[in-house]
C-alpha cells in the first residue's frame, strides 16, 4: 500500500500524543500556564479538529477519484482562514497568489519542517478553534478513535492512487494525500512540543 510508510508515521506520532496525555488528571488537562494560553487539553482538542479537517478532505477527494472526476481541491482564506501572526487577516487574500508561487518552489519537506518546528507563527483557522473543559478520558479515546477512522478510511480505499489526488492552500502549497498525511503529522509534533512545555511549567499541577 502506497500510504502504508506515510500512516505509520502518523501512527507513531499519536502514540506519542497518547504517552504524553496518559495519566494527566483533568485539573493538570485544565490549567493554562498564563492567560491567553491553550491548556493540555485544548492542545488535544486542536490536534483532534485538525486531523479531522484533513481527514474530511482526503475524503472528499476520494469521492471526486471515485466520480470519474479531477480529484484536486482547491480552498483559499476564506475556506480556511489560518494566517501568519504577524499578518492582518485582512490582508492575506491580496498574498494568495504570491504565496501560492512561493510554495511552488518550497520542496514538501521543507514545508513539513515549517510545520513541525514552529520556523513560522501560523494561526489556527477557525475550523480547529479547540474546545474548553473537555473530559480527560473523552480526549484520550478521541484520539484513538481519530487515528483508527483516518486508517479506516485509507484501508476502504487502498486500491486508489494517492498520489494523483491534490490538495492545494496559499498557506500549506499543493499537496498530495501522502504529502498531507506526513504534515498532520509535522503537525502534530509541533503540538507536542507545545505539550511538554506546558507540563514543564513552574504552576503546573502536581498529580493527586
Request: glycine share 4%; charged share 25%; aromatic share 8%.
Amino acid at each position: 500500500m502506497m500510504y502504508e510508510s506515510n500512516l505509520n508515521l502518523l501512527r507513531s506520532v499519536r502514540a506519542e500524543t497518547l504517552r504524553i496525555s496518559q495519566g494527566l488528571t483533568q485539573a493538570q488537562l485544565d490549567f493554562a500556564p498564563s492567560p491567553g494560553k491553550w491548556t493540555a487539553g485544548e492542545v488535544l482538542d486542536h490536534i483532534l479538529l485538525a486531523e479531522k479537517l484533513y481527514r474530511d478532505l482526503i475524503g472528499q477527494l476520494i469521492d471526486l477519484t471515485k466520480a470519474g472526476r479531477v480529484a484536486e481541491i482547491d480552498k483559499g482564506f476564506e475556506d480556511v482562514n489560518t494566517s501568519i501572526f504577524f499578518i492582518p487577516q485582512a490582508v492575506l487574500p491580496y498574498l494568495a497568489v504570491p504565496l501560492t508561487i512561493f510554495n511552488m518552489f518550497v520542496p514538501g519537506f521543507v514545508r513539513e519542517a515549517m510545520t513541525r518546528f514552529r520556523l513560522m507563527p501560523v494561526q489556527r483557522p477557525d475550523i480547529a478553534s479547540p474546545r474548553k473543559g473537555r473530559p480527560a478520558a473523552e480526549l484520550r479515546d478521541d484520539l484513538r478513535a481519530s487515528i483508527a477512522a483516518t486508517e479506516g478510511l485509507l484501508a476502504a480505499n487502498q486500491s486508489l492512487d494517492y498520489t494523483r489526488m491534490r490538495y492545494r492552500h496559499p498557506l500549506m502549497g499543493d499537496n498530495n494525500v501522502l504529502q498531507v498525511l506526513r504534515i498532520v503529522s509535522s503537525h502534530e509534533q509541533r503540538h507536542q512540543s507545545q505539550l511538554n512545555d506546558i507540563l514543564r511549567s513552574r504552576a503546573f499541577p502536581k498529580a493527586a
